[in-house]
């Protein structure tokens, strides 16, 4: 046999698995060569990234979801002609075609349009976690996904709103954890983690005013725990954090919504929601929220009546560019300030025991105040490359406030002393804020930057005077000074009263750039920092032409921040360093010299872990803060220093919070909260230090539980309840004055609705069991309330 030939006999046996192993071979090279790539990126009409939007390529049956950027990619699609469908919660399906061609990548794009109609209705349909809407570029100016950022924040969306029936934005508030309100009524006031902070935000800008604020133009509410200066300043927000509420805006298609709301304690309210495109070729769109609000109260005066209107003008005259223009309009004559402020020097150590006839306003209602305000927003979106975005903004707020007003103490548990009072002050802020938002990589790691440039101008002027001690009211009893207070009788005292009036005015330029990097595809770091100049300008005292507490003053910010996800877009470790400041102006000293304050600063440290897990349907953020205030002003109690004022004293906050958010099955939605906090004063007088004063309850905890039915008889019927718990709340604690407190409270809500495809009816009860409690200082809530809505959609 020659040396060349070979003996295929040896092979005989293995030639079938060799000739089917060379086929799949050269079959599987023949497909890849006959395949191609499908990739692309789905955006909102306002050409932000759409996440966790799902692509689905028709004819394989083939899905993936968008990630954070709003990507998506498909690979190995054979060749041919696909059609390619893009929907998500909230969003209207779009479909599109594409071909794949052999060995190449195809690009496809998707813009998707918000479905409003649809994020309005409690869906009939299908369920989904509807509460748990964390995604927001407000929250850090930039496109940030919940679980890559080190900040904790809470978003109540508008579907929460309307599952609660919600009339008042101080119930909003109540959604939130760890928030408790702090002045009762039309005040805009609440505590945050231990800090008063007032809601002077709106679309991230200013918004500062003084009449309450309506709920019918809320798209949802952001609320940002801690110190947030670094982002949002220090004029318009506290050491606990802040409250920004953000609007409705336009949509592509006709439609709309009227509501009625008719309840007890003289409860009447209409709303009416209308959009329509105006020239679709143009990119020109409208939406107007309108409403007006009468509503009394369970005592003996206390009424608001309020006007609303805000129309909404959005411009798109091509991809690159979106302007948004619109305005809120408020006209509002309220008596809403029937408030007890207790002092110290009680026997008693809390209102129940008081023996106060809580039907009593101590008022009139001839006595009330005017608070019109006009807001402009305005906004220019431009896309300046795949990397790089500009965002122009522009709000201005004027607000005024005229009329008569009392504020009313309890003076040593047996009599009310009323201290009325004139004024008339008018409000203007101006923000102007100039941001470029960047995404790009540097030595293969992703960074996303804001680079920001901000102006807050606000002026103040005032004419007012307060007769402090009018006349004193027994608790309890007849008492016939009782409606001896009356437009006519407190004219004629403060006609010997002198009147003072002011103007004030304070300007700030600042500067603040902050960075997110992924060092690798699990770990985060932020680090971001802001520099404040504050130009305050002082008060006039027009009586007299002097002015008083002029100065300048600059603060740097700093934030940090670290996440690990340790199962991307699940699980979330994190940790914060977050700074504060608060601006103290110059003070006169008793020995005549002027004494120069620096800014008093917050330094947060918090850790916690958040949690997005079974496909969205279990939202859930546990954290641990520990905030230190230093250098606050208090007065010097060194003997024979009586009147001036030292600056080495300090607060401490501490606490913990966790939030829950689920959808368990379909039609169950729930929403729960729990908050720990501890805040007492450092260094600044013995007789109250490691004390608690008037910071809102320790412990807070809000419920929420939602069932919708489905595909049956009881087919769109809704049923909802839950409430609140608020611990034990101390006005004040004193070493040698005792203690006053607001007693811990449960108050329940429930509601029944039922909707169908063009109407919804809701029954609600608020204060379920006719829970006997109180808000902040001593104000008595509001007893139980039956309400009941109707809503036409078109």
Not at 20 to 25: E, I, N
Not at 187 to 196: A, D, Q, T
Not at 392 to 416: H, K, R
Not at 566 to 583: A, E, Q, T, V
Request: charged share 15%; net charge neutral.
């Amino acid at each position: 046999m020659s040396s060349q030939h070979i003996n295929t006999s040896f092979f005989s046996p293995f030639l079938p698995k060799i000739s089917a192993v060379a086929f799949l071979l050269f079959a599987g090279t023949s497909a890849h060569a006959q395949s191609g790539i499908l990739k692309g990126s789905v955006m909102t009409a306002d050409h932000k990234p759409a996440i966790s939007i799902r692509v689905v390529v028709k004819e394989t049956g083939k899905t993936a979801a968008t990630d954070e950027n709003g990507s998506y990619k498909f690979g190995r699609l054979a060749v041919g002609m696909y059609h390619v469908e893009a929907k998500g919660v909230g969003f209207e399906s779009k479909t599109q075609e594409v071909q794949i061609e052999a060995g190449q990548v195809a690009p496809l794009d998707f813009e998707l349009k918000e479905d409003n109609k649809t994020l309005q209705e409690v869906t009939v349909s299908a369920g989904y976690n509807k509460f748990a809407r964390k995604q927001t570029d407000g929250i850090a100016k930039m496109p940030l996904h919940n679980m890559e950022n080190p900040q904790v924040y809470n978003v109540v969306p508008k579907e929460l709103l309307q599952d609660q029936v919600i009339v008042s934005y101080n119930d909003v508030l109540k959604n939130v954890t760890g928030v408790s309100q702090s002045l009762v009524n039309g005040s805009n006031s609440f505590n945050l983690r231990g800090f008063f902070t007032t809601s002077y935000l709106r679309n991230g800008l200013q918004d500062a005013k003084q009449n309450s604020i309506e709920v019918a133009n809320i798209e949802r509410i952001e609320v940002l725990k801690g110190p947030s200066a670094t982002l949002f300043g220090s004029s318009l927000t506290s050491f606990g954090g802040l409250l920004n509420r953000v609007t409705k805006q336009p949509y592509e298609t006709f439609g709309g919504e009227v509501l009625y709301t008719a309840g007890g304690y003289g409860l009447s309210r209409v709303t009416l929601d209308v959009n329509t495109p105006l020239s679709k070729e143009k990119g020109l769109y409208m939406r107007t929220n309108a409403a007006y609000d009468n509503e009394g109260s369970f005592q003996d005066a206390g009424f608001t009546k309020r006007f609303f209107i805000s129309p909404s003008l959005l411009y798109k005259p091509n991809d690159r560019v979106t302007v948004l223009l619109d305005a809120e309009i408020y006209s509002q004559k309220s008596n809403d300030f029937n408030r007890l402020f207790p002092q110290l020097s009680f026997t008693k150590t809390n209102p129940r025991d008081l023996g106060i006839d809580w039907t009593k306003s101590y008022s009139s209602n001839d006595l009330y105040e005017t608070k019109p305000s006009v807001s402009v927003y305005g906004k220019v979106d431009y896309k300046l490359s795949d990397n790089w975005h500009s965002q122009t903004s522009f709000s201005q707020t004027n607000s005024s406030a005229e009329g008569y007003y009392s504020w009313n103490s309890i003076l040593g548990d047996t009599v009310v002393s009323r201290n009325p009072g004139y004024e008339h002050s008018i409000y203007r802020y101006t923000e102007l804020q100039q941001n470029f938002n960047g995404d790009f990589k540097v030595a293969g790691m992703r960074n996303r930057v804001v680079l920001g440039l901000d102006y807050l101008a606000n002026t103040t002027t005032s004419t007012s005077a307060t007769i402090y001690g009018f006349d004193e009211v027994s608790i309890q009893g007849h008492d016939p000074r009782y409606n001896e207070l009356t437009p006519t009788s407190l004219a004629a005292a403060l006609s010997d009263v002198p009147y003072s009036n002011s103007a004030a005015t304070q300007n700030t330029y600042s500067a603040y750039v902050s960075d997110v990097l992924n060092i690798t595809d699990n770990i985060t770091a932020m680090a971001s920092v802001r520099v404040d100049h504050f130009v305050n300008r002082g008060t006039h005292n027009i009586n007299n032409d002097t002015t008083t507490g002029q100065y300048k003053q600059t603060a740097l910010s700093p934030k940090f921040g670290l996440v690990y996800q340790i199962l991307p877009r699940k699980i979330s470790l994190f940790g914060n360093y977050m700074n504060g400041f608060s601006n103290n102006a110059p003070s006169a000293q008793p020995d005549g010299t002027l004494t120069t304050f620096k800014p008093s600063q917050a330094n947060q440290w918090e850790a916690g872990v958040k949690f997005d897990l079974f496909n969205g349907r279990l939202s859930s953020t546990l954290s641990y803060y520990h905030i230190k205030v230093s250098d606050v002003i208090h007065a010097d109690l060194t003997p024979g220093h009586s009147g001036y004022q030292v600056q080495d004293g300090g607060q401490l906050s501490k606490g913990f919070e966790a939030e829950v958010i689920a959808n368990p099955f379909k039609g169950f939605n729930l929403i729960a909260g729990y908050a720990y906090n501890d805040i007492y004063a450092i260094n600044t007088n013995p007789d109250r230090d490691g004390l608690h004063q008037w910071t809102g309850p320790a412990q807070m905890a809000n419920l929420w539980l939602s069932y919708h039915f489905f595909n049956n008889a009881l087919k769109g019927v809704g049923i909802g309840i839950g409430g609140n718990y608020n611990g034990k709340a101390y006005i004040g604690q004193s070493v040698s004055q005792g203690e006053f407190y607001i007693p811990e409270y449960t108050v329940l809500n429930a509601v029944l609705s039922y909707q169908h495809s063009f109407y919804r009816v809701a029954l609600k009860l608020d204060n379920l069991t006719n829970e006997v409690y109180w808000g902040s200082y001593v104000s008595q809530m509001m007893p139980r309330r039956f309400s009941a809505t109707v809503a036409v959609k078109f």
